[in-house]
């Protein structure tokens, strides 16, 4: 070990992000400064990596937990070698560049998910340290480990209090991933001030009792730390904390240790100290010292090697087990449409007919067994209520610490947790995830699927019980407002499917999808499969998110879209109107349809026709179909605890009601 290039290398990232922090005048260098040996140490000598291909797959994964010190990742993949030039560290929080305030997914090189909501970071790297079990167990043979690396994660104090690493941190320990390692930053400062104002736990105790190993060091004994990770290693049987007193601003001589440093810039006078303090040139800015500079050049040499080890590895192991080959081609084909498409193409999916009485949790768990069977490498579960969801995959066992090719991971009752797993899953690559609970309950998940829909992860979130129809477990369990939030998330796709065959294709429609998630609302009641006037209703639902289920006799004065289970009541309120100028339109995915032009959007909903829309939930949202509220057949104020159907009666929301609106 080069401690004296590693001191360089430290140097070179408090230099290079306080000067970036400085000339972007925003950002928070206290991270950066704070941690500076410890990025040396990691992307020098401990983790294995080799900028030159960022998608090795068998690279150590690291993650960022505390997302606000991005200069300190940034600084440290431009010195390894990654392609991230200097010019774009001098663009920090610029449009347009590769280093945005908080480290993105798929716009920096090395970078492997976004963080910056803290405590998602550490929790996504649970899933993504269960992901190297799951494919190692799949893939290693007794001749070659092909799938053999580490996660790393650096949390702070913020990430320790959030409560989704309380959830996720748990689920690791249960789960005993002995190759997850995470540094904790101990600074004891936030934004506020000293930690000590909200945060006196033990977390060394809090995280002995998760199952995890506990150890503890300084930030600035480089030695020491090695020693540390090492210990870690040796440990097989449960995740390791390794908890690092450190100085937030390290090397600044008036804002060191101070809230001062944590989320401003140093302003142009500390700089200035601070260079002289760290003896750089004081008019150098964005200095890189020179040792720091031969030392990662000489090191990318060393991770060429090891890279080319392990393909010659894997080419051996693939002559070996040439159907292996095969399989792990399926699993990391680059084109993730592609795959899915040739798998389902194979799929036997369910059929249903005209008058069959299915509800959609039910309809969606044989599809769900249907898709498993073809994609090996789908993955996923329920917190913990895949009972009612549907969601276990029971021919393929569970994921468990002993047995890690499972299939069905049990999330617990840690449904935000459970979104970070699914997301880590997917982001390690080789695997699809999808996760399942309540709709009601997607409250408690809905940071992570935004982060699915920013990082453009095509993540499955199965939501159940979906409406008031849910009945006698009350207002507390009937969904009002929840389809219209999710919704309201960019890139989100929500499938609501009316019947059997419609939820079959939104599970087809999700698994297709490679540039964001999708969210399936599913009901607990049976539904009637409806007969369908478009034949090429499967394709209408592919490309326009909505099709014609009943057509009017001539031109439709009035069209009625309906989603999900209002589809039938849509259907009877239509008839007990006694009109034929009306005409009935599903709708399972809105987001699908407000996409089309207008004139595509006026090929089912013409222009000269009243549009009414109706949902079990909120209002909201639908205008932008009908082109008023009032025209809106919704349900904005809470259920109330009873049978479904009587719920509905007591509210109000029946098809006759629907049909006196329509007169």
Known sequence: MNLEALRAAATSVRSLSMDAIQTANSGHPGLPMGCAELGALLYGEIMKHYPKNPQWP???????????????????????????????????????????????????????????????GLSEAVGMAAAETFLAANFN???????????????????????????????????????????????????????SLAF????????????????????????KTAALVEEAKAETGKPSLIILASIIGKGSPNKAGSSKVHGSPLGVDEVIATRKNLGIPENESFYIAPKAKTYFTEKLEERKASFDAWNTLFDSWSKAHPELRKKWDRWFEGDRKAAAEAALAAAKMPKYKVGDSVATRKAGGAALQAAAAAMENLVGGSADLAPSNN???????????????????????????????????????????????????????????RLSAIMKEPVVYVFTHDSIFVGEDGPTHQPIEHAAALRIIPNVHVFRPADAEETVRAWELAL???????????????????????????????????????????????????????????????????????????MPCKERFLALSDDEKAKLLPKGAEVYATEAGV?????????????????????????????????????????????
Request: glycine share 12%; with cysteine; aromatic share 10%.
């Open 141 to 195: 043979t007794a001749d070659a480990k092909v799938v053999d690396h580490y996660t790393w994660v650096l949390a702070g104090d913020g990430c320790m209090m959030e409560g989704i690493s309380s959830e996720a941190s748990s689920l690791a320990g249960h789960l005993k991933l002995g190759k997850l390692i995470v540094f904790y930053d101990s600074n004891k400062i936030s934004i506020e001030g000293s930690t």
């Open 619 to 663: 209002s909201d949202g639908w205008e932008a179909v009908t082109g008023c509220r009032d025209r809106v057949f919704g349900i904005n104020r809470f259920g109330e605890s009873g049978p479904g159907e009587a719920v509905a009666e007591d509210i109000g929301f029946t098809a006759k009601a629907f049909a006196e609106m329509l007169k």
């Open 391 to 449: 969601t276990a995959l029971p021919d393929y066992g569970d994921y468990s610490a002993e047995e890690r090719a499972g299939r069905t991971f049990h999330f617990g009752v840690r449904e935000h947790a459970m979104g970070a797993l699914a997301n880590g899953l997917s982001l390690h690559g080789g695997l699809r995830s999808f996760a399942a609970t309540f709709l009601v309950f997607s409250d408690y998940m809905r940071p992570q699927v």
């Open 512 to 586: 297709l999808r490679d540039d964001g998630p999708s969210a399936l609302l599913l009901t607990r009641q049976n539904l009637p499969v409806v007969e369908k006037a478009d034949g090429s209703w499967r394709d209408s639902m592919a490309t326009k998110g909505a099709y014609i289920v009943r057509e009017s006799n001539g031109a439709p004065k009035l069209v009625v879209v309906a989603t999900g289970s209002e589809l039938s009541m849509a259907l009877e309120a239509v008839d007990l109107t006694e009109r034929t100028d009306i005409r009935v339109v599903s």
């Open 200 to 223: 006196t736990e033990d977390v060394a105790e809090r995280y002995r009792a998760y199952g995890w190993q506990v150890l503890s060091g300084d930030m600035y004994d480089m030695e």
């Open 58 to 120: 068998n690279r150590d994964r690291f993650v960022l937990s505390a997302g606000h010190g991005s200069m300190f990742l940034y600084s440290l993949l431009h010195l390894s070698g990654y392609d991230l030039p200097l010019e774009e560290l001098k663009r920090f929080r610029q449009i347009g560049s590769k280093t945005p305030g908080h480290p993105e997914y798929g716009y920096t090189p090395g970078v492997e998910t976004t963080t910056g909501p803290l405590g998602a």
